[in-house]
């Protein structure tokens, strides 16, 4: 194999303190590496941050209009030296033995591209800890889609918060494309159809801060429930039962609250049992009562806002076959 010579691909828009707090955690790798900057038409840019540490790591930084973070990371990957290219958001903090996790991986089962999990730090706020047990508990959706079977199978899909592609793969693939949020299983699903290896490597998280309130939280899932129905217009093949199930969920809390007008507890009893089920799940990670009582209410954002997104979604682009950039033009950058 060939050795494989690394290049952080860090895209930003407006977040200069995010990216100062990434550096100094890319200090502390066991490797060698390189560091490269995509400004994304940032109106409070973060060179002066990146000035900083031209002396403890070897780092570029480019400033380009705003074409959203898919492009971006073309961008950047373009200009890196490496052969190897690690994508990472600006808002993670990599631990010291992340790169000697991936390197050893890669030397022993080779991978075109792979993806990582991300955690939570204890010097996290109670809302960025409850959002992450929302995105990653087994009994959420966002667990289910990175549980054990899907990290070992065909279908799993690495996410760009902590991704890695060969510089071969992103030549033959030509990269990112232009859909955001959904840039990173679209480019996934696009991979494995040039037969090349995907998957993922245990223990190469990184700590990912994710949204800082729930507002911005409740946006993002909805566009994630936006554009799935998208891809599975592009992808036929891709479709799996675990995509419908917070628009599943939606439905069962509807029709059991309705039920209640009829003097019938049944289904609500399992959606109780259901939520306290989380509850208690986040409560034995976090060990945390308040931390507890978020996750609930983060997981049914979730499932609420992700659920409508992928209703709505599916019902204009699969049943009434509207084009999704008419549809939906937020959802493209130019």
């Not at 100062?20 to 590496?33: R, V």
């Not at 299983?185 to 800082?212: C, M, N, Q, W």
């Not at 954002?301 to 409508?308: A, N, R």
């Amino acid at each position: 194999m060939v050795e494989l010579h690394f290049s952080f691909i860090i895209p930003v828009f407006n977040r200069p303190q995010e990216v100062k707090e990434l550096l100094d955690s890319l200090c502390f790798l066991q490797d060698t590496f390189e560091v490269v900057i995509i400004e994304d038409g940032s109106s409070v840019p973060c060179k002066e941050i990146v000035n900083q540490f031209q002396d403890r790591l070897t780092i570029s930084y480019y400033y380009k209009s705003n074409s959203g973070p898919g492009d971006s990371r073309n961008y950047g990957m373009q200009r890196a030296t490496g052969n190897y290219f690690i994508i990472l958001d600006s808002d993670v903090l990599v631990p010291k033995g992340y790169l000697s996790t991936v390197r050893k991986a890669l030397s022993t089962r080779y991978l075109d591209c792979y993806g990582g999990a991300d955690k939570a730090l204890d010097s996290f706020t109670p809302v960025q800890k409850a959002i992450d047990c929302a995105m990653t508990s087994v009994l959420t959706t966002g667990g289910l889609r990175g549980s054990l079977r899907s990290k070992i199978s065909r279908s799993y899909e690495p996410r760009s918060f902590n991704m890695g592609i060969s510089k071969a793969a992103f030549i033959e693939s030509n990269g990112f494309g232009k859909i955001h949020p959904g840039e990173d299983p679209d480019l996934s699903i696009r991979l494995k159809r040039l037969k090349l290896k995907v998957g993922y490597i245990e223990g190469a998280f990184v700590y990912h801060k994710r949204r800082t309130d729930f507002k911005k939280f409740t946006q993002q899932v909805f566009k994630f429930g936006l554009v799935r129905p998208i891809l599975l217009a592009r992808y036929p093949d891709t479709e799996k039962l675990t995509y419908w199930f917070p628009s599943f969920y939606l439905f069962f809390f509807i029709v059991s609250i309705l039920m209640l007008f009829f003097d019938f507890f049944f289904l609500s009893y399992f959606l109780i049992l259901y939520n306290f089920l989380i509850f208690l799940n986040a409560l034995f990670n976090y060990k945390s009562l308040k931390i507890a009582i978020l996750s609930l209410i983060a997981s049914n954002i979730q499932f609420f806002s992700y659920g409508f997104g992928f209703l709505w979604s599916y019902l204009k682009i699969k049943v009434l076959k509207h084009k999704p950039e008419q549809s939906f033009p937020s959802l493209f950058f130019r």
